[in-house]
C-alpha cells in the first residue's frame, strides 16, 4: 500500500479509543519530508495516555476514515487588550500590551466542570506566575526564573 498522506492515519488502544494523535512526516523514499508526492517512509506521532510503572500498553496504527470523531473546535475571540482563546479544556489569555505571552491560563483543575481555576497570571510588575500544587514559579524580563 503506498501512503502519501496521514489525513486517515488513526491511532486505537487496546480497547478500541480513539487516541487524539498528531502525526508529523519525518522522511519520505526519494524525496525530502514535504514532497507529499512521494510515498512516506517515517511518521512521528505524538499522544498522550497514562500507562503504569513495570506495565505494557498496546497501540494500533491504522490509514482509514475516523468515523464518528468528535471535531475539535477553538474560539478565539479579541478584545481591545486582550486575546482570548478557549479550548473547551483550556482557556489562555495574551496580553497585546504586555511582555507575557499568557496573561493568564485557567483549567478545569477541580473537576467541577468549569474552566474557572487560574494556573497562570500575571501582576502589575509584568511578571507571570505560573502556579503548581508544590510551588509557585515567577518569570520576568527583569529575573530570571525562581
Not at 508526492?37 to 511518521?43: D, E, G, L, T
Not at 482509514?64 to 478565539?76: H, P, S
Not at 482557556?91 to 483549567?107: G, H, P, S, T
Amino acid at each position: 500500500m503506498d501512503i502519501y498522506k496521514t489525513d486517515k492515519f488513526k491511532l486505537t488502544d487496546s480497547d478500541g479509543n480513539i487516541l487524539n494523535t498528531q502525526f508529523r512526516v519525518l522522511s519520505r523514499y526519494n524525496g525530502i519530508a514535504l514532497d507529499s508526492s512521494k510515498q512516506i517512509r517515517v511518521v512521528l506521532m505524538t499522544f498522550q495516555t497514562d500507562i503504569n510503572a513495570n506495565k505494557k500498553k498496546i497501540f494500533y496504527l491504522s490509514n482509514e476514515n475516523i468515523e464518528n470523531q468528535e471535531e475539535q473546535t477553538y474560539i478565539i475571540s479579541e478584545t481591545d487588550t486582550h486575546i482570548i482563546i478557549n479550548t473547551g479544556k483550556v482557556i489562555a489569555k495574551i496580553n497585546k500590551n504586555n511582555f507575557n505571552f499568557f496573561d493568564e491560563v485557567f483549567i478545569d483543575a477541580d473537576n467541577d466542570n468549569e474552566i474557572d481555576d487560574r494556573i497562570v497570571q500575571s501582576d502589575q510588575s509584568n511578571c507571570l506566575i505560573i502556579n503548581s500544587q508544590e510551588i509557585d514559579y515567577i518569570m520576568s524580563s527583569n529575573y530570571k526564573l525562581k
